[in-house]
């Protein structure tokens, strides 16, 4: 039997859609609890110790889990479309509305729940920023400096004020959420727009060629990692 890490992560993932598949139906009426992962694991077949392995903090895993199959159905939706043939802010929309399209609303409800909770607030956090960073990335944003943070930062705040509004919606087929998104979004451009004036401002380039310069050394995070540190471990081959 392969025992690879690799092939262990693959194991890993079919269980983890098996539960999330098995926990839907029960995350409406318990959320993102371990009642629902046990139910899970009883209706799915997942051995139990595999689950565990898969899941190891259980209902909360789930939900990380069930997030990050949103953010995949999404990616896969934009790669797919033809991005071509929209201005660039509705790219961006389209990105974020095909996040919600790819998630039932309830399920979302249950996990805004639980992610508001203090001890679960900053992994809820990390996972909308990472939602906003897979939509530049797939756009083709290469940027590496400061405005790496800013882009995500940006567009995670109006996806968390999108998603909120989206919950309470009433409207037919979420019209009114996805106007609420429209406007959103052109404040994003907007942003952007008065940040490429800003750079040809006289006194924005005096300060940037000064005390600005600090901002220079503000690097988007990096996979590489210096093989010098402790627990390195060097690719075979």
Same mark, same amino acid.
């Given at each position: ?38 139910? /899970?694991?009883?209706d ?9 392995q ?22 896969? /939706?934009?790669? /797919? ?6 201005? +660039? ?29 203090p ?16 939509? =530049? ?28 509004? =989206? ?11 996805w ?28 300060f ?23 627990? +390195?471990? /060097?690719?075979?081959?």
């Amino acid at each position: 039997m392969n025992n690879t890490p690799k092939t262990e992560e693959m194991h890993m993932e079919e269980a983890r859609a098996a539960l999330l598949a098995a926990a839907e139906t029960h995350v409406v009426f318990d959320g993102w609890s371990d009642a629902v992962f046990q139910a /899970a694991i009883t209706d799915s077949g997942v051995d139990a110790g595999l689950a565990t392995q898969a899941c190891p903090r259980g209902g909360l895993d789930l939900a990380v889990a069930y997030h990050k199959a949103g953010d995949g159905a999404m990616v896969a /939706a934009m790669n /797919a479309a033809d991005l071509g043939a929209m201005r +660039y802010s509705e790219r961006v929309a389209f990105g974020a509305r095909t996040r919600l399209e790819a998630v039932e609303r309830e399920a979302v409800r249950r996990g805004v729940s639980l992610f508001a909770l203090p001890q679960h607030a900053g992994e809820g956090a990390g996972l909308v920023l990472a939602t906003a960073g897979l939509i =530049w990335e797939t756009l083709g944003d290469t940027s590496t400096d400061v405005n790496w943070y800013t882009k995500r930062a940006t567009l995670a705040g109006v996806y968390s004020s999108v998603l909120l509004f =989206w919950l309470g919606d009433e409207s037919e087929d979420f019209a009114e959420t996805w106007a609420f998104l429209d406007r959103r979004i052109e404040n994003v451009m907007q942003i952007e727009v008065a940040k490429a004036k800003m750079r040809d401002n006289p006194l924005v380039k005096a300060f940037m060629s000064g005390p600005g310069r600090v901002l220079d050394h503000i690097k988007a995070p990096t996979s590489d990692v210096p093989p010098d540190l402790p627990g +390195y471990i /060097a690719p075979k081959g």
